[in-house]
């Protein structure tokens, strides 16, 4: 059974900065894929950021384009979210999802997620 773990939110003011873990266990994190979302109260969760398994290629929203940058190590079994210049619109519960295919946007195409870890930003 794979199990997506994710740490390291809070509450930090904008500006700031945070990086966020992913740990991944019960299969080997060199296969996946792994992707970062986001979800706001009342919103649709929302893409942030890819990495292809091997790190070799990233993808980025447009919001956090500049800001945000995603990094795995396969030998650690851990992928992170480096957070910078946060914003409030930044605020969400980001959750870490991993699949078997190639990198996407589309969160239906994750095959497993985390259980999420909340970040705020306040202004």
């Known amino acids: 059974q794979v199990q997506l773990v994710e740490s390291g939110g809070g509450l930090v003011q904008a500006g700031g900065s945070l990086r966020l873990s992913c740990g991944v266990s019960?299969?080997?994190?060199?296969?996946?894929?792994m992707g970062w979302f986001r979800q706001a109260p009342g919103k649709e969760r929302e893409f942030v950021a890819a990495i292809s398994w091997s790190g070799a290629s990233t993808t980025y929203s447009d919001s956090v384009k500049g800001r945000f940058t995603i990094a795995r190590d396969n030998a650690k079994n851990t992928v992170y979210l480096q957070m910078n210049s946060l914003k409030p619109e930044d605020t969400a519960v980001y959750y870490c999802a991993a699949s078997y295919g190639s990198a996407s946007r589309f969160h239906q195409q994750y095959n497993y997620w985390g259980q999420g870890t909340q970040v705020t930003v306040s202004s």
């Open positions: 019960g299969s080997t994190l060199s296969i996946y894929t």
